[in-house]
């Protein structure tokens, strides 16, 4: 080969090698993210938030309408001291057949010792057990059915008590809070709105700790673990890219069809494996943007 067919070669090769990208994978940046929904009904009092927001771990977020849950639970705290108002005194109900019966024991002995002298005949002593017997019975019965009263009512005062606990767990959660610390991305009511439970009120994120969703081929996955670092290129559009190290935080145990929005290095792969990288990130990143692998 002369000098001149040569340098033709050269020049082809690095011209191939130009045109060979410098990654391994592509991938958008993404975060997990928490919708924040109300827990209970009523009208939104206020909600001093804004997308765009950072906010902290338990900062009010909304505070929602109370007050028929307020009167709801008075209302539960007179039924409930008037449920305990109505149990019987067992004692003060039962006194009088106990007086009964002190005394039918005293006849009773009475009419054994006048049997015992012959004064008395076996019937009038006979006579005097059976009552006796028949006042212990009433008093069994009576005691039996104030003390079933005295439970029953003693079980509708504790589940007034239940039921005032719900209403006050409703209360404190009509004050909305953030799960986490973060930034609110989307706002989806305003003051004077309608809340009920399971409504979103407003979509949260930390965005210090994002990922890049990235798709890598089965032959690259053989250079892929859990916990592998890599290199993550940011791209800013025009020449401005900023380098991140990443690490490897989850692969898809299923191949799916390459996304229409990403590139992979084999362009004849119909398949590829979903991959997680975490990205510590430092203010720039922002979520749905473009990024570059690079093993």
């Known amino acids: 080969m002369n000098r001149h067919h040569y340098i033709i070669a050269m020049a082809i090769m690095m011209t191939a090698c130009g045109k060979a990208p410098e990654f391994d994978a592509t991938g958008i940046f993404e975060a997990t993210t928490v919708t924040v929904s109300a827990e209970t009904s009523g009208k939104i009092l206020s909600m001093d938030i804004s997308e765009g927001d950072s906010i902290t771990s338990r900062q009010t977020i909304a505070v929602i309408d109370t ?8 209302q539960l705290e007179s039924q409930k001291l008037a449920v305990e108002k109505s149990s019987p005194d067992i004692m003060a109900q039962v006194s009088s057949l106990r007086a009964q019966i002190g005394h039918q ?5 009475r009419f054994g ?3 015992a002298d012959g004064a008395a005949t076996r019937k009038q002593y006979a006579d005097a057990q059976a009552q006796l017997k028949v006042l212990q019975g009433q008093l069994n019965a009576l005691m039996s059915s104030l003390s079933n009263s005295r439970n029953s009512i003693a079980d509708n005062a504790v589940a007034l008590h239940y039921q005032k606990e719900q209403l006050l767990e409703q209360i404190a959660r009509s004050t909305v809070t953030s799960p986490l610390t973060g930034t609110v991305l989307t706002k989806y009511a305003e003051p004077g709105e309608f809340a009920v439970p399971g409504k979103p009120l407003c979509k949260i994120a930390d965005l210090s700790q994002i990922y890049l969703r990235s ?3 089965a032959s690259q996955l053989a250079d892929l673990n859990i916990g592998r670092k890599v290199t993550v290129i940011a791209d800013f559009g025009g020449d401005r890219q900023y380098e991140y190290p990443g690490t490897v935080t989850w692969i898809s145990q299923e191949s799916e069809f390459t ?3 990403i590139q992979t290095n084999d362009s004849r792969a119909n398949l590829v494996y979903a991959v997680k990288i975490a990205v510590r990130n430092d ?3 922002k979520l749905g943007q473009y990024g570059e692998v690079r093993l």
């Open 67 to 74: 007050a028929m849950l307020v009167l709801q639970h008075r």
């Open 105 to 109: 024991k005293q006849e009773c002995d």
């Open 113 to 115: 010792r006048l049997l």
């Open 215 to 217: 798709y890598f081929t």
């Open 259 to 261: 996304p229409k929005s």
């Open 283 to 285: 203010g720039r990143l």
